[in-house]
């Protein structure tokens, strides 16, 4: 069902994109700049499972990259593992964690969710801060020599951002398999009335949790590879509040709920704040910029860009998900 | 014969409050049980009692044979008994097809997308929706979302269902009209057990009655047995003989 489903196209001529461009000419800062954008696209994307998707408000969503971060750094660098290897079984760990976690925490609702999602982010990130074998507050660091292996520094930049290609591209037809399944009904569900979802037979409290622990792998994934690529990863770099928020943003800008939404406003939102951070003039402004846009989008426009689409041309809502 | 739900001796307390207080019952096979009674007696807080929203303090619920007290709603669905709401809860968002889809996809069956698919095309037939199948489900009237609650609870393919004031609210012509579904439901081999206040339909509709009041079984019985029960009259207009006493003064 989803091999014909047209969006699955769309997804893998982006991540053929996103191959090319910085390839063709070895341009390594757009490769750099790319690799924030795929980034982004990845957290908004698996956000938007949990707020486009089944409606609940999660703040602390940068825990899991933050976390996997930790984890695929600590066993690939200071153990020695293989990077996949490591990548992945970070996000198996992070995802477990987040079953358990979700099987609790989910039990609030609306409010109260959102807000025990803030208070998870800020006791993760205190526990790392003074947990001795993540070297506490100043975090951990990859060895020059670790890259060796995957031959070299220059070529390992190469490895981890075509894996990370390789990542967004999964989260986004994770999104839309998700989207066109019965899971995803029963999620829509609870999203629209959680009381007449479980009154019509959808088993709310399993769902949540796994569309939670779903959540997390393959950021917990992009994680591992981004600040293996970076070579150090700190408590306050791993957990940045702000960097949650703006997820939010980005899924607010793209549209919720749809699947080219979230990549679209996580691709359009890291570039719109690329060009800010780095022009002198408005360096730090684009918390304000962010603020702005979220207020503007949700008075104006709730569906965010898609959904304007949508109302522009409705049959666009039969083909883009 | 062995009856479909058999509730024994039911009890909630909300606080300092008695909502259901050791009610008995039982529902047969193709009968329409009605369950009627003043403002706040704890018809709704039965219903929810009987499919698990909320847990009894006290008794028990068989269903089929088996002993669903305190299970989860989702899982007394899927054994085959399906309710509707007394304030409509459509899943706005979602078209109306797609809020019957998910009726078929969660109900006793557990249909796939493309069989529930079919079903809720067949439900949506059945109760006259079907040429607004694509309509947002917040979009209909009343009575549509009156409607689509059946529909929803239909797909489920339920053994029995509970109608929680599905009439309230609509004008006459309506109201035949759903008259008319539920009868359908009950010729289709479903047991009904429904909560109405509009009188004429439930006396017509039910085969038996339950009468509920300050959540206590007040009485129960064919509608006619229980139209005449003075308790009854008392508990809807106070004193029984209130209009001989009235007629002796003047």
Redesign the interface.
């Known amino acids: 069902m989803i091999l014909r489903h047209p969006v699955l196209y769309i997804i893998l001529a982006f991540a053929v994109i996103m191959v090319w461009l910085p390839l063709h000419g070895n341009n390594v800062s757009l490769r750099e700049d790319l690799i924030l954008v795929a980034i982004a696209v990845i957290l908004a994307s698996n956000l938007n499972l949990m707020i486009g998707y089944t409606g609940y408000v999660n703040f602390g969503h940068i825990v899991f990259y933050g976390l996997g971060g930790y984890i695929g750094l600590y066993l690939a660098a200071e153990k020695d593992w293989n990077l996949v290897l490591a990548s992945l079984i970070a996000g198996v760990g992070v995802s477990l964690f987040a079953l358990v976690l979700g099987l609790g925490i989910l039990r609030l609702r609306g409010a109260y969710f959102a807000l025990a999602t803030i208070g998870i982010l800020v006791a993760v990130q205190s526990f790392v801060a003074n947990f001795d074998p993540w070297g506490r507050s100043t975090g951990l660091y990859v060895s020059f020599g670790a890259y060796e292996k995957l031959g070299g520094a220059r070529h390992a930049l190469w490895v981890t951002y075509f894996l990370v290609i390789g990542v967004m591209a999964l989260s986004m037809i994770l999104s839309l398999g998700i989207k066109i399944?019965?899971f995803g009904?029963?999620l829509?569900?609870i999203?629209?009335?959680e009381?007449?979802?479980?009154?019509?037979?959808?088993?709310?409290t399993v769902y949540k949790a796994i569309i939670y622990s779903v959540s997390a792998f393959l950021p917990a994934v992009a994680g591992a590879l981004m600040f293996y690529k970076n070579g150090m990863i700190d408590p306050s770099i791993a957990f940045e509040f702000m960097l949650s928020l703006e997820g939010i943003v980005m899924l607010m800008l793209g549209g919720k709920g749809t699947v080219i939404g979230a990549a679209l406003g996580g691709g359009l939102y890291e570039k719109l704040r690329s060009y800010l951070l780095t022009s002198p003039k408005l360096s730090n402004f684009h918390l304000v910029i962010a603020g702005g846009l979220l207020l503007v989008v949700v008075l104006f426009a709730p569906g965010g860009l898609i959904g304007w689409l949508y109302r522009l041309v409705p049959r666009s809502r039969k083909v883009l998900e | 014969m062995t009856p479909l739900m058999e509730v024994s001796g039911i009890t909630k307390r909300f606080g300092g409050l008695l909502a259901v207080s050791d009610v008995s019952f039982t529902v047969g096979e193709r009968e329409i049980l009605g369950l009627i009674g003043p403002n706040g007696a704890g018809k709704t807080t039965l219903f929810n009692l009987v499919n698990g929203v909320i847990k009894p303090d006290k008794g028990t619920v068989k269903f089929a044979g088996q002993d669903i007290t305190s299970h989860p709603p989702n899982e007394v669905v899927h054994l085959g008994l399906a309710r509707t709401h007394q304030i409509v809860k459509p899943l706005h968002g979602m078209s109306v097809l797609e809020n019957v889809i998910v009726g078929a996809c969660f109900g006793r069956d557990y249909l796939r997308l493309r069989p529930a698919r079919k079903v809720a095309m067949e439900v949506l037939e059945r109760v006259n929706l079907a040429d607004q199948s694509d309509k947002a489900a917040s979009s209909l009237t009343i009575a549509g979302k009156k409607r689509l609650e059946v529909a929803r609870a239909l797909a489920a393919n339920p053994k029995l269902l509970l109608l929680d004031e599905v009439l309230a609210g609509l004008n006459p012509t309506e109201i035949e009209y759903m008259i008319g579904i539920v009868r359908g439901i009950r010729d289709s081999g479903i047991s009904v057990f429904m909560i109405e206040h509009v009188m004429q339909a439930i006396m017509s509709l039910s085969d038996r009655l339950v009468v509920l009041s300050f959540g206590q079984k007040l009485a129960e019985g064919t509608p006619l047995e229980v139209a005449r029960d003075p308790q009854v009259i008392e508990a809807y207009l106070g004193d029984p003989d209130i209009a001989t006493k009235l007629k002796e003064k003047n």
């Open positions: 399944s019965k009904l029963g829509f569900a999203r629209e009335d009381d007449a979802a479980v009154v019509l037979g959808v088993n709310a």
